[in-house]
């Protein structure tokens, strides 16, 4: 009988704590693949889109840039800078008016007042008018919202530009929203 009980052979302690490690990292990775999982699929995306785009100048001083931007992503977001050719432009210089209608109509140059700003001036789109506000700061977007942005004097367009392409950036906190127009005249 003793001669049965020294023939069994068991694991090992070396093998025992290989399996219980195995065992262990197995279950580390199931529990962080399906927390990836569950947070990556209940993440609200920020989506902006940039449409009918324009930069006008009226072939002597003054230039004008308009653009729609949408927010179609599931989020709230803020636009923190507006660059037009790689210039920011400043507060100042940035006229909007939020909406939520949906607008298919292009946008329209804005003859401005003698000073060159377009306080009290309206964006008379598709037959509505949208009265625009001059910004002093970083502009909020709800999502599903849609903001009509008109820029006076961005830097670096002049006379000769007319017909050469420009681009306009949007910047968030999470990207930069980047598309392309040519410059047009006015008149």
């Given at each position: 009988?003793?001669r049965?009980?020294?023939?069994r052979?068991?694991?090992?302690?070396?093998?025992t704590?290989?399996?219980?490690?195995?065992?262990a990292i197995?279950l580390?990775t199931?529990?962080t693949?399906y927390?990836i999982?569950v947070?990556t699929t209940r993440?609200q995306e920020?989506?902006?889109q940039?449409f009918?785009?324009?930069?006008w100048?009226n072939?002597?001083?003054y230039?004008e840039?308009?653009f729609?931007?949408?927010?179609?992503g599931g989020?709230?977001l803020?636009?923190d800078?507006i660059?037009?050719?790689?210039?920011e432009?400043a507060?100042?210089?940035?006229?909007?008016?939020?909406?939520?209608?949906?607008?298919?109509a292009d946008?329209?140059?804005?003859?401005p007042?003698t000073?060159g700003t377009?306080?009290?001036?309206n964006?008379?789109?598709g037959?509505?008018?949208y009265p625009?506000t001059?910004?002093?700061?970083?502009?909020?977007l709800?999502s599903?919202?849609?903001?009509?942005v008109?820029?006076t004097?961005?830097d670096?367009i002049?006379?000769?530009?007319?017909g050469?392409?420009?681009g306009?950036?949007?910047?968030t906190?999470?990207?930069?929203?980047?598309?392309?127009?040519?410059v047009?005249a006015?008149?």
């Open positions: 009988m003793k049965l009980i020294k023939d052979k068991g694991l090992s302690t070396v093998v704590t290989l399996i219980i490690l195995v065992v197995l580390a199931v529990v693949f927390a999982n947070t993440v920020e989506s902006l940039i009918k785009q324009h930069i100048h072939g002597t001083t230039a840039g308009a729609l931007v949408i927010n179609t989020r709230d803020v636009i800078k660059a037009v050719r790689g210039q432009s507060w100042s210089t940035v006229y909007y008016n939020k909406t939520t209608n949906a607008i298919s946008l329209t140059y804005i003859t007042l000073n377009l306080v009290g001036k964006s008379t789109i037959g509505t008018d625009l001059q910004a002093s700061d970083d502009l909020i709800k599903g919202w849609s903001m009509i008109y820029i004097n961005p670096s002049s006379v000769s530009d007319i050469v392409t420009v306009f950036t949007a910047f906190s999470n990207a930069q929203y980047y598309k392309e127009t040519n047009e006015s008149v």
